[in-house]
């Protein structure tokens, strides 16, 4: 995991240092939006899932990645994201468990209200995700499909960026032990649904490093570098 957020680093670093250093004053804000985002992301997510018969098993869920968006029209924007996945439970009624896999999705956002230092973003993402490992002798792969729902405000406040608001979550999937002594197969589904968001973005150079968090049913914190172009 350590060589793949040191490769994270290194991309950021380089999309952050080749960009030209924009103006902060009001000229910046008359010029047009540019219509491809990309963004590349490093994040932890805690929550609960239900396992089966056991209820509430702590799960926590580290990824790296990328992803791109294209805009539509001034108020819609679709993409796609990808990339590594790790899995980690203490509490799995059968035992600690240790994954690693990938992790694919699409997104799509709207903005119902634009105002120079104001707008309210909606929108949601569906992403499936694979994990696989060991435990003893036999091979554990959990899959997952984890859609997301939010609506979050936006405030500008040059050079900083401000976000507050909630989402909802679903998450449905399987957990499969293979070999003996033991072969079965469980569902998996959130325990909770409902968290609220805030973050900030710091606008650096040609993009923005954010610094994002949730709270509830996700306990989650996210560091993204992106850049419009």
């Known amino acids: 995991m350590l060589r793949y957020l040191a ?4 991309t950021c670093l380089f999309l952050i240092t080749t960009a030209h250093a ?4 009001n000229s910046t804000r008359n010029k ?3 219509p491809l985002s990309f963004w590349v992301y490093f994040d932890r997510t805690k929550s609960d899932w239900d396992i089966g018969e056991q209820e509430k098993v702590d799960t926590e869920i580290d ?17 796609l994201f990808l990339g590594f996945s790790g899995l980690s439970q203490q509490d799995n009624p059968q035992g600690e468990i240790d994954q690693s896999g990938g ?4 997104l799509i956002q709207g903005l119902p209200y634009k105002g120079d230092r104001f707008m ?3 929108g949601g993402s569906i992403a499936y995700n694979l994990v696989k490992g060991d435990q003893e002798a036999q091979e554990v792969e959990t ?17 900083a960026i401000l976000t507050i608001g909630g989402n909802y979550q679903y998450v449905s999937g399987s957990e499969k032990f293979k070999g003996a002594p033991l072969n079965q197969s469980n569902d998996i589904n959130a325990s909770d649904a409902l968290s609220a968001l805030a973050g900030i973005d710091i606008m650096v150079g040609g993009g923005t490093i954010g610094f994002h ?8 914190f996210a560091l993204v570098f992106a850049r419009d172009f």
Do not use: M
């Open 7 to 10: 490769a994270l680093t290194v």
């Open 120 to 122: 309210i973003d909606t």
């Open 22 to 25: 924009q103006p902060l004053d």
């Open 143 to 159: 899959s997952w499909v984890e859609g997301l729902a939010y609506a979050k405000g936006i405030i500008t406040l040059r050079p």
């Open 103 to 106: 992790h694919i999705g699409l």
């Open 32 to 34: 047009p939006e540019k």
């Open 213 to 220: 968090g949730e709270w509830g049913a996700r306990n989650k």
């Open 63 to 79: 990824r790296i990645g990328f992803g791109f968006a294209q805009k539509f029209n001034n108020h819609v924007k679709g993409g």
